[in-house]
């Protein structure tokens, strides 16, 4: 079956530092892939997806890529500010509208 | 772009009652709309997934007579919590698919969470 696995948090860095948030996935056939993020006390929100291999997803700063041959969609930012404390999922659907999420990985930016 | 309200966003019961946490795509018609249960500081876990008219068709392990979901129309989905008991006690999310964005991208509600007494 299909699974995601995500880099375990939580992960706490500094302001304006570099952020990598590791995602493999197992699938059949070629799934979109997508990054949400949840803010304390709120639903998901997308913040941004790719739908074929090779494709950069990118929105407020971060960017994902499809890699087909590491079956990877690891995102990263650049320069992460205080905003951007929250708990980010990588998810997967392959067509059949089911999303299957990863755990999760809490992100605490201190100033 | 396409909102996804529920309602209520709280809500504490006592055990042995019923909830009903209702779901609505606000600008687009959702034939299909789904409901997630979220642990603390875990993952998303599909319930079930409700399509407009037609009885929900729901995960593993999910006890159909105790979480209750009516799609009424295309606008309109509502979990019922039946009975409900402490272990009960999460945070609910409901999500949407819009067929006319071209695509499977589902909208996520805020979520509801409830406390059961």
């Known amino acids: 079956g299909n699974s995601v696995t995500q880099m375990e948090g939580p992960v706490t860095l500094s302001e304006e530092a570099f952020l990598t948030i590791n995602c493999t996935y197992t699938?059949?056939?070629?799934?979109?892939l997508f990054w949400y993020v949840q803010y304390p006390g709120e639903g998901l929100q997308l913040l941004l997806k790719?739908?074929?291999?090779?494709d950069k997803g990118s929105n407020k700063g971060f960017e994902a890529t499809y890699r087909k041959e590491t079956t990877s969609f690891h995102l990263e930012k650049g320069s992460v500010q205080v905003s951007d404390s929250a708990v980010y999922f990588c998810?997967?659907?392959?067509?059949?509208?089911?999303?299957?999420f990863g755990t999760g990985t809490r992100l605490t930016i201190i100033p | 772009g396409a909102v996804v309200s529920q309602h209520p966003s709280r809500v504490i019961c006592k055990s042995g009652t019923s909830v009903k946490i209702e779901c609505r795509s606000l600008?687009?018609?959702?034939?299909?709309m789904f409901w997630y249960r979220q642990f603390p500081k875990q993952s998303l876990m599909l319930m079930a997934t409700?399509?407009?008219?037609?009885?929900?068709?729901?995960e593993q392990g999910v006890e159909k007579d105790k979480f209750l979901i009516n799609h009424a129309s295309l606008t309109l989905s509502t979990l019922t919590v039946t009975s409900a008991h402490p272990e009960d006690s999460s945070f609910y999310i409901c999500?949407?698919?819009?067929?006319?964005?071209?695509?499977?991208?589902?909208?996520f509600g805020p979520g509801t969470r409830l406390t059961v007494t």
């Open positions: 999500s949407a698919s819009d067929p006319t964005s071209g695509s499977y991208e589902q909208y």
């Open positions: 699938a059949t056939g070629y799934p979109s």
């Open positions: 790719a739908t074929k291999a090779d």
């Open positions: 998810a997967l659907s392959d067509g059949n509208e089911k999303l299957t």
């Open positions: 600008d687009f018609q959702a034939t299909t």
């Open positions: 409700s399509n407009e008219g037609s009885k929900a068709t729901y």
